[in-house]
């Protein structure tokens, strides 16, 4: 069974940093692209960044706006993605979803998210 | 970057009825690339239709997907009360990867 689990969210001032966690297992997690997506309250989606799998050499990509002040990594030791958060602002504020990434970019399977605030 | 449009942003069906959504590109994307999730308050967004006409696994044969180029649209044949949710498109044809701002479909 396919299992994604994120944790690490919670209150941060504007200016800290964050590091998410996704827990994964279930797959083989080196051959897959794995992505970030959040959602603020009650709001739409949003494609964070993702990393590509060992055949594409690990790389990354990011939206602009969260270039330069976030980083995707991934332990494929423990089949553990991350996003690391700095300088956050008051608009990063959102629910922070893992998800898998399969054949044409479909996301298909998500995690049950981890809330960030920042706010003082 | 491709802007997705999704209408109507908010609709209501009754049990029975067809519903139909529909999900408009900034520019051309390649019907393969281009996706449909479920999400419900509270949970996770689920993927539901893959490269514009394929079911997810464990998704009703009353839901269906369609569209080419810079038209999308989503289907049900026949409401039901499990499917009040709301849908996102994704396109995944053009980095960076974008949603739609979503359709909210309501039991009426």
């Known amino acids: 069974e396919v299992k994604l689990v994120e944790s690490g969210g919670g209150l941060v001032q504007p200016g800290g940093s964050l590091r998410l966690s996704c827990a994964t297992s279930?797959?083989?997690?080196?051959?897959?692209?794995m992505s970030w997506v959040r959602q603020p309250p009650g709001k739409a989606l949003e494609w964070l960044g993702f990393i590509r799998n060992k055949a594409n050499g690990y790389t990354t990509e990011y939206s602009a706006s969260v270039k330069g002040r976030f980083t995707i990594s991934r332990d494929n030791s423990q089949s553990i993605l991350y996003l690391q958060m700095n300088t956050l602002r008051a608009e990063d504020s959102a629910t922070y979803y893992c998800?898998?990434?399969?054949?044409?970019?479909?996301?298909?399977?998500w995690g049950q998210g981890t809330s960030v605030t920042v706010s003082s | 970057q491709i802007v997705l449009t999704q209408s109507p942003a908010i609709m209501s069906a009754s049990l029975g009825e067809r519903v139909t959504m529909t999900c408009t590109a900034s520019?051309?994307?390649?019907?393969?690339?281009l996706h449909w999730y479920q999400q419900k308050p509270g949970s996770s967004p689920k993927l539901w239709i893959y490269s514009t006409s394929n079911l997810a696994s464990g998704v009703p044969a009353r839901f269906s997907g369609s569209g080419s180029g810079t038209s999308y649209s989503l289907t049900i044949s026949s409401m039901e009360a499990e499917d009040a949710a709301t849908y996102y498109c994704h396109q995944y044809h053009r980095s960076p990867p974008t949603f739609g701002a979503g359709t909210k479909l309501e039991l009426k």
């Open positions: 520019s051309s994307v390649s019907s393969s690339y």
């Open positions: 279930g797959f083989t997690f080196t051959d897959y692209y």
């Open positions: 998800a898998r990434d399969r054949d044409w970019g479909a996301m298909d399977y």
